[in-house]
Structure formats: C-alpha cells, structure tokens
C-alpha cells in the first residue's frame, strides 16, 4: 500500500519503513546524480527524508540497483548502510526478481524465449553491442520473455532478468529484429518513434531486516501510447 505523502514533493512512493523506501521512477528522471546535473530521483528520496524527520545534516541514502533514464517503474533505495549492503548481497545472489512490460515492434516468432548473449559497451558512444565471449568487455546477458498480447503491428510482452547489463533489454530485443517501442537508438528504421515502451513494473527482493519477500507492482501510465492498445492487467507474469 502507498504511504501517504505528507511533505512538499512529487515523489511517488510505494512503500516505506525505517530501513527501505519503494518509490516510482517517472520516465526520463535519472535514478541517481549524473553529468547532466539534472534533478534526479536520488536526490529527490533525500530531499523527502531529510523534509519529512527533520533530519540535520547530512541523509543517508542506498543506491542498489539502477534503471536508465527512459525506463520508468519501481525502484528501491536503502536508508541505512546496513539495509544497502544486504540489499546488495541480495541483488549479486540472485535474490532480486525484476520484471518488466515492453511494447515491441512486431511479434517475436515463439510466444514464450529466452535470450542468451554477450554484450560490450563502447564509452565513448554509450552504446551497448551484442558480441563474441571473447570479445574484450564481453559480459553475459539473459533474460526470459512472454508475449502476452499482440495488436497489429506490436506486441505486449513480460521480461525477466536475469542479469542487469546497461541497456540489456533494449540490445538483446533489437538483436532479434523486435526493437521497443520509441526506442531509436537500438531499432533505427525498425522502431517506432515515441515515449520508450519500456516499463520496470515489478520488484520483488527480502526486506534486508526482517528477511519478509516483498513483492511491489506498478503499472505503466495505462493512457499513453502505445500502453492504451493494450490491456495491462493481463500481464502474467512468467514462472
């Protein structure tokens, strides 16, 4: 359940206690600090702590994993170091399950996959390419897929993760001609041109101090193209 809001911010939260907070990462609103200066997600969770205990000094707050700018959906962050370092050992065991909505282009041959690849990225570009193992920064990617519904030219499909590459979802679709929905850098001419389809719509993980599994789901903004042609709700998620 939501926890109320009661300070002056525009923070989205799912979920809150002494040692986590669960909250909603708009589309194109950084995660955490970057280059750019630009306001960001982790800086808005201190900002709301720091607002609403009163805290002096100095908040403290966990960045555990990331989502890229385009990518909106459910983000936790750490507000102790020891809840960080758990939820850290957590997410290198395997003990993170995230999943997420994205609206293809095309409909991928089999209804249900999984994609198997080694990903390099260039730095120079930030752009991320499939590659030989042997390649030098070759890293492992996997993820699962399930189309779920298919409407004309697009389709409505669940990913799972299993490894969280830069990019991995956008290269590893693109890679077999299904680029997402909006996503012009990975599809080129194949893609259509729009808001990224790609939607981080569920995180579940063991409370780093009570070891309860906690499961949070947020939908994508239903009334937005190319979301509306579908029905969210449907979404099954994989096994």
Request: contains cysteine.
């Given at each position: 359940m939501?926890?109320?809001n009661?300070?002056?911010?525009?923070?989205?939260?799912?979920?809150?206690d002494?040692?986590?907070?669960?909250?909603?990462?708009?589309?194109m609103?950084?995660?955490?600090?970057?280059?750019?200066?630009?306001?960001?997600?982790?800086?808005?969770?201190?900002?709301?702590?720091?607002?609403?205990?009163?805290?002096p000094?100095?908040v403290?707050?966990?960045?555990v994993?990331?989502?890229?700018r385009?990518?909106?959906?459910?983000?936790?962050?750490?507000?102790?170091?020891?809840?960080?370092?758990?939820?850290?050992?957590?997410?290198?065991?395997?003990?993170?399950?995230k999943?997420?909505?994205?609206?293809?282009?095309?409909t991928?041959?089999?209804?249900?996959?999984?994609?198997?690849?080694?990903?390099?990225?260039?730095?120079?570009?930030?752009?991320?390419y499939?590659?030989?193992?042997?390649?030098?920064?070759?890293?492992y990617?996997e993820?699962?897929?399930?189309?779920?519904?298919?409407?004309g030219?697009?389709?409505?499909?669940?990913?799972?993760?299993?490894?969280g590459?830069?990019?991995?979802?956008?290269?590893?679709?693109?890679?077999?001609?299904?680029?997402?929905?909006g996503?012009?850098?990975?599809?080129?001419?194949?893609?259509?041109?729009?808001?990224?389809?790609?939607?981080?719509?569920?995180l579940?993980?063991l409370?780093?101090?009570?070891?309860?599994?906690?499961?949070?789901?947020?939908?994508?903004?239903?009334?937005?193209?190319?979301?509306?042609?579908?029905?969210?709700?449907k979404?099954?998620?994989?096994?």
């Open positions: 939501t926890e109320l009661e300070t002056k911010t525009e923070l989205e939260i799912l979920y809150e002494n040692h986590i907070i669960v909250v909603l990462k708009p589309q609103t950084a995660c955490c600090p970057d280059e750019s200066k630009d306001d960001n997600l982790f800086d808005q969770v201190k900002k709301y702590i720091k607002e609403k205990y009163n805290k000094g100095n403290y707050v966990g960045l994993h990331r989502l890229d385009p990518t909106g959906g459910v983000m936790v962050y750490a507000k102790t170091s020891k809840a960080a370092a758990r939820l850290t050992e957590g997410l290198q065991s395997g003990d993170f399950e999943k997420y909505l994205a609206v293809l282009c095309g991928p041959d089999t209804q249900r996959g999984k994609l198997c690849n080694y990903l390099r990225k260039n730095t120079v570009n930030n752009m991320v499939i590659c030989t193992p042997s390649e030098e920064g070759a890293k990617a993820l699962d897929y399930k189309v779920i519904e298919s409407k030219k697009y389709s409505l499909v669940e990913v799972r993760l299993y490894t590459r830069t990019h991995q979802i956008r290269v590893q679709t693109a890679g077999i001609s299904h680029p997402i929905y996503d012009m850098r990975y599809g080129g001419a194949l893609a259509q041109k729009g808001k990224l389809a790609l939607w981080a719509y569920s579940s993980f409370h780093p101090i009570t070891k309860e599994r906690l499961k949070f789901i947020a939908y994508p903004p239903e009334a937005e193209t190319p979301w509306k042609a579908f029905e969210l709700s979404a099954v998620e994989i096994k």
